[in-house]
């Protein structure tokens, strides 16, 4: 029942807030308790009951969720970060707070249900009604160009995501499974035969790939957060909203796994060319949310290197990732809107030297950047290193051209604090508020937690990670099997 | 096979039809003497209510006759179903009628009993087990349309609806009979089962295959499919918006009602030929649906053609009539009956009062205006797009499942992917509500009675969507009627 919770919260502390708009105080004390609320159910996720329900039972689908493996994880630390991300909505936002704080309890409600889905109509539900709330918020709260970023971003996903409901629709009517609750499909359709699991992971794959977001499909990252709203909190609900990577984990990759033996090397090449090419365009950005952007860009391409590679430290490794990253993009996306606030100006050229006036600011910036450029005993390095160690399990030579992106990520990230906070000093500058110092202490909390102790959630994303290598094994065994009937047919040797 | 004599009436099974035809004399009579239409809307829709129950007294406790007179007409789950779908119209049609007609001066006493005789038609047509049922519906249902398009005398844009849809109207109607005489000279009868049986002992002749042609094309007419869809988008935007409101909604289900029994009767019998033909049909409705939505700045053409589209998505679930198709487009059909008139009901209170004035850029700035009002709109947009959760996805999901199921998946391909281009539309009216600043005073109109039918199809399309499966379960049971009967 906790996984109903964590999904009906957001959704109630939602209609709560758009009741009371009306009080400033209310709202900021609702998105306070919104936030902790969740997190409190999250601490309390792993291993609690499934829930099932029947949903749309002529067809087969359940709205079926369960706590299992990597699932808990994601939301823990997904609830960890929107705590102090609505503290920012509702305290920054100047005009119409309430309805900032509304949709990114939504959005949360989403995330949960695309993290606890069992059954993938009702993940496919959450993953498209997730987003209309980023759409909402990019339009309603963005910048001058928001209309021409949103308009991409709604292309691209609904592209995406509607040809990912076609593979899941015919997943099914395909495979005859008995309904869409994952352990049904995954009896089933690693029976299909290999060219029709390779077009439905092709459709499942291009959906995904938007989100995750791969090279060339990611334009649409970079319009979005820099268009956002310059509180930030916009662009760590979308460093949030990354869940590419966890669909092929959760779905793609267990369901389809002839398929995936097929696509993965071309998406692993993809990945590659993601992360280093989002490192190297970071170096070149002037604009920090773009500079951020790429930034993530290239962990995404990590993560996607680790999950293609089909090596079950790689895939444990990707996800890993994928949650530590919310933590530091999401603090860094925060730090930039504290620096928007003092300064109105997201251009690098406009800073210099804001750690004379600002030490504090600039003391919890350079450990975020540490944590984002996967310095070791942080957040991101564990998965970082795990993706890629089990990248080079399978494929040395994409794995080493993505470890570019990691060597690149240091010069990016060292190039980043000095345009900030070094040389010449341009305008003296406020230190950290208060309020600030309590939205950057979670980050701060998760950041070392992740990274100095990873091995309780590495074990639980294992456990999900097992369920791929289980069927890629499966699938290795059944082609033996058949080289050795085809042995024993006289004449048959080939 | 012998048939039960012609005169065995099941009563119950004609009761809703009976209520909406007495309700609708009895209207035309209280309207002569009541000045303001208010009442006899007020009476109209007790006697929609009146037929409701009589509809469902009879869901609830279904007797052994399916039929009434030997199989013409169907009182079962898909009738049934289908009845409350045109009911659910026409109610919200009145009550988005009831505040516009007089401000829009359109006040006659005959308005509300033409509607409920069209709808009386539409249920006729929903509920034909014969050919010249279905004839007798769809005439009682299109003739008051046709007036109440024209309703706005005139006015030259009303008067040239109402003309060019009762001519092309009539050119369907006369495809259609023309068809139903060929298919009795292929069969001999007009009751589907019969025909069906005779069609499968004898013969496929040219004669029946042309005849069944001549009937999709019929059907398709009024059901607005490509390439007869032009009337749609002219009319939709000449007739007034309550009147809209009303066929956007009674006739497509009506028609498509029609088009699921025929289909799931007498085509099997005519070959691959007449599927393929209704299957290019429906492709070429999805792609000109969309693409032509996409071409407009009107919402009230946006909306006209994105009905088209939603032809083509309800055609889909044609092409599956064994597997869950009834269900599923019964179950389309009420999602769709609740957005559309919703996002209709929502339109009828953003115009002039002349109907003019439904460009894009009047919506700028609604958000702030009017919160309520263009938070309303936005659900029936997005469920129209599909978004999900609500009804217009489970609706989606329902049609693709049962097309591809049925092994069209280049259809469902092809649905899904002009879906991409619907959403593109529809938000870009949501995008003008939210993400622009006003250049326009939005008119003040206030309505008590479009606000509670606002309501209504507000509550139903997110509950639809948020359980589906509690009527979605009612109509899997229409399933087997239809087809194995």
Redesign the interface.
């Known amino acids: 029942m906790i996984s109903l919770f964590v999904i009906l919260l957001p959704v109630v502390v939602a209609l709560l807030v758009s009741l009371g708009r009306g009080s400033s105080q209310f709202v900021r004390g609702m998105a306070f308790l919104g936030g902790v609320g969740t997190f409190a159910f999250a601490l309390f996720l792993s291993g609690s009951e499934p829930f099932n329900a029947a949903w749309l039972p002529g067809i087969g689908v359940s709205f079926a969720l369960d706590a299992t493996g990597a699932g808990p994880v994601l939301v823990l630390v997904a609830a960890l970060v929107m705590i102090p991300t609505l503290l920012v909505a509702a305290t920054r936002v100047e005009q119409n707070a309430a309805s900032f704080v509304v949709l990114l309890l939504l959005a949360q409600a989403g995330l949960n249900g695309i993290f606890l889905a069992k059954d993938l109509i009702v993940f496919y539900i959450f993953w498209e009604a997730t987003l209309i709330p980023g759409l909402l918020l990019l339009g309603l709260f963005g910048g001058d160009k928001r209309r021409e970023a949103a308009t991409k971003y709604l292309v691209y996903a609904v592209a995406g995501s509607f040809l990912m409901l076609i593979s899941i629709l015919s997943l099914k009517a395909l495979s005859g499974a008995a309904s869409f609750h994952i352990t049904d499909l995954m009896i089933a359709t690693p029976a299909l035969s290999a060219s029709v699991q390779t077009w439905l992971f092709v459709g499942m794959a291009i959906g995904m790939a938007v989100k995750l977001p791969l090279w060339p499909l990611h334009s649409w990252l970079i319009d979005l957060n820099e268009q956002n709203h310059h509180s930030g909190a916009a662009d760590v609900l979308g460093s949030l909203y990354k869940v590419g990577a966890f669909g092929f984990f959760a779905w793609a990759l267990p369901l389809l796994p002839a398929g995936a033996e097929r696509v993965a090397p071309i998406l692993l090449i993809l990945s590659a060319v993601t992360a280093v090419y989002g490192a190297l365009a970071a170096i070149g950005q002037q604009h920090l949310k773009r500079f951020l952007a790429y930034g993530s860009l290239s962990h995404m391409g990590i993560i996607g290197v680790g999950l293609f590679g089909l090596h079950i430290a790689g895939l444990s490794g990707a996800i890993y990732f994928l949650a530590a990253q919310m933590v530091s993009t999401g603090a860094l996306f925060l730090v930039a809107g504290m620096l928007y606030h003092r300064r109105r100006s997201f251009m690098l050229r406009d800073y210099g030297g804001l750690a004379k006036s600002a030490p504090a600011l600039a003391a919890v910036s350079l450990f975020m950047i540490f944590a984002y450029i996967g310095v070791p005993g942080l957040s991101n390095f564990p998965g970082e290193f795990m993706a890629l160690l089990g990248a080079f399990q399978t494929s040395a030579w994409a794995a080493g051209f993505a470890t570019l992106a990691v060597i690149a990520a240091g010069v990016y990230g060292v190039n980043l604090f000095q345009k900030l906070f070094q040389g010449p000093t341009t305008v003296p500058t406020r230190d950290l508020s208060a309020l600030e110092l309590y939205v950057l202490v979670p980050f701060v909390a998760g950041v070392l937690w992740l990274g100095i102790a990873p091995a309780p959630q590495l074990r639980q994303i294992e456990q999900q990670a097992s369920l791929v290598t289980l069927q890629m094994d499966r699938l290795a065994q059944a082609a033996t099997a058949d080289t050795q009937m085809l042995a024993a047919v006289p004449g048959g040797e080939r | 096979m012998t048939f039960p004599p012609v005169l065995d009436i099941d009563w119950s099974t004609l009761a809703p039809a009976l209520t909406l035809l007495i309700t609708a004399v009895a209207a035309l009579f209280f309207g002569l003497f009541h000045k303001d239409s208010r009442h006899v809307a007020i009476a109209s829709l007790i006697g929609v209510g009146t037929a409701f129950l009589f509809a469902l007294s009879r869901f609830l406790q279904p007797s052994d006759s399916v039929a009434s007179f030997g199989l013409r007409y169907y009182g079962d789950t898909a009738a049934l179903g289908f009845t409350f779908i045109i009911l659910l119209g026409t109610a919200l049609a009145i009550l988005v009628s009831f505040d516009q007609l007089r401000r829009q001066d359109l006040e006659r006493p005959e308005y509300y009993p033409l509607m409920l005789l069209s709808a009386l038609g539409a249920i006729v047509m929903a509920s034909a087990g014969d050919l010249i049922t279905l004839v007798l519906g769809l005439e009682i249902m299109s003739l008051p349309v046709y007036a109440l398009s024209a309703w706005r005398t005139g006015d030259r844009q009303s008067e040239e609806a109402g003309m060019k849809y009762f001519l092309l109207g009539a050119f369907g109607s006369a495809m259609l009979i023309y068809g139903i005489a060929l298919l009795y000279g292929a069969g001999g009868t007009f009751v589907y089962e019969g025909l069906s049986q005779a069609l499968a002992a004898g013969q496929l002749t040219l004669l029946a295959t042309l005849g069944g042609g001549l009937v999709l094309v019929g059907l398709g007419f009024k059901a607005a499919m490509a390439p007869f869809h032009q009337w749609a988008p002219d009319v939709y935007t000449g007739a007034p918006t309550p009147v809209v409101t009303f066929m956007s909604v009674v006739i497509k289900v009506a028609a498509f009602a029609a088009l699921l029994r025929v289909i799931g009767t007498v085509f099997p019998q005519l070959g691959a030929w007449v599927l393929l033909a209704l299957a290019i049909m429906v492709a070429a409705t999805l792609i000109i649906g969309n693409f032509s939505a996409l071409m407009q700045r009107g919402v009230k053409r946006i909306l006209a053609y994105s009905a088209v589209a939603h032809a083509g998505y309800l055609g889909l679930a044609l092409l599956a009539p064994d597997n869950?198709g009834t269900?599923a487009a019964a179950f389309y059909l009420t999602a769709y009956a609740l957005m559309n008139a919703g996002a209709f009901a929502v339109l009828s209170l953003m115009t002039d009062a002349n109907d003019r004035g439904d460009d894009l850029e009047r919506f700028a700035g609604l958000?702030r205006k009017r919160p309520w009002l263009a938070a309303a709109l936005t659900f029936f947009l997005?469920s129209l797009g599909g978004?999900?959760?609500l009804a217009g996805?489970?609706g989606k999901?329902?049609v693709?499942?049962a097309v591809?199921?049925a092994g069209w998946?280049w259809l469902?391909?092809l649905g899904?992917?002009t879906?991409?281009v619907a959403?593109?539309y529809y938000?870009r009216i949501i995008?003008y509500m939210?993400?622009?600043e006003s250049e326009y005073e939005p008119p003040r109109l206030r309505s008590t009675a479009t606000n509670v039918a606002i309501g209504f199809a507000l509550v139903g399309t997110v509950l639809f969507g948020l359980?589906?499966?509690l009527w979605?379960?009612l109509l899997?049971v229409s399933q087997t009627l239809v087809a194995g009967l």
């Open positions: 869950g269900a958000g997005l978004i999900p959760p996805f489970a999901v329902l693709f499942q591809i199921e998946i469902g391909v899904i992917l879906s991409v959403l593109v938000f995008g939210y993400f622009r359980f589906p499966g979605h379960d899997r």
